[in-house]
């Protein structure tokens, strides 16, 4: 069950960046595929971060996706 919950994410996670990709949004050497598996283990990083250390999860949630998505840029 928990394989097909990450693989839904990753995969529409893909799907998001190809598009971003084909609008020049996003760098065309970054594989989708790839950013979308470390979008995904990212997001469920920083959930478990966040319970671990007590913080909320948007603060931990917006530092890292900030930091990843600053690196798709073109």
């Given at each position: 069950?928990?394989?097909?919950?990450?693989?839904?994410?990753?995969?529409?996670?893909?799907?998001?960046?190809?598009?971003?990709?084909?609008?020049?949004?996003?760098?065309?050497?970054?594989?989708?595929q790839d950013a979308g598996l470390a979008?995904?283990?990212?997001?469920?990083?920083?959930?478990?971060?966040?319970?671990?250390?007590g913080k909320p999860v948007a603060?931990?949630?917006?530092?890292?996706?900030?930091?990843?998505?600053?690196?798709?840029?073109?």
């Amino acid at each position: 069950i928990m394989e097909t919950y990450f693989a839904g994410y990753t995969q529409m996670f893909a799907q998001i960046i190809q598009q971003g990709i084909e609008r020049g949004e996003i760098r065309a050497t970054i594989n989708p595929q790839d950013a979308g598996l470390a979008l995904t283990a990212l997001i469920e990083g920083a959930i478990l971060l966040s319970q671990n250390m007590g913080k909320p999860v948007a603060d931990v949630m917006s530092v890292s996706v900030g930091v990843f998505v600053d690196g798709l840029n073109p």
